[in-house]
């Protein structure tokens, strides 16, 4: 019985941070997005000049250093890319779990969540927020994350 509960409290504790960092997960995204945009110019800048008509002999240096820039920026790519994807599912799975909530709920999560403050809200000043007491606010907190956390 207390492995269920820790487990609850654990899953529980995973939704929220997760909707703690929504907001530093699109930041990120965005920088990703612009590392991948620079990374992919300068690996167009590597790229080797191909003349058609040309006749080259035969070569046996496999360690050519272009050819191992050009090869580690392609990882570069690859790996930024995959951390562009995750960050992107993980955004989306959010926004798609928020769509269960209603208004004041959403209202919640916004502002206790997502506001760029450098320390989150209290639930006195989120009830004043969206009208209801702090106590209410903690109670739908609870429903809220018990409700989206499976799905984040």
């Known amino acids: 019985m207390a492995s269920k509960t820790i487990e609850k409290d654990k899953t529980f504790s995973d939704a929220e941070g997760k909707l703690y960092n929504y907001n530093s997960m699109k930041i990120e995204l ?5 590392d991948l945009e620079y990374l992919e110019i300068d690996y167009k800048g590597c790229k080797a000049i191909s003349y058609a008509d040309e006749r080259t002999g035969q070569t046996n240096n496999i360690s050519n250093t272009v050819e191992n820039e050009v090869l580690a920026k392609e990882r570069q790519i690859i790996e930024i890319e995959n951390k562009i ?12 779990a928020l769509e269960l909530l209603k208004e004041e709920e959403k209202r919640l999560v916004s502002f206790r969540y997502f506001s760029n403050r450098k320390k989150a809200p209290s639930w006195l000043d989120v ?19 018990n409700k989206i956390k499976s799905l984040i």
Not at 85 to 96: A, L, S
Not at 127 to 142: F, L, P, T
């Open 30 to 34: 965005n920088s990703l997005k612009i």
């Open 85 to 96: 994807h995750k960050k992107e599912r993980q955004i989306r799975k959010i926004e798609n």
């Open 127 to 145: 009830g004043e927020e969206i009208g209801y007491s702090d106590k209410k606010c903690r109670v739908m907190r609870n429903d809220i994350i």
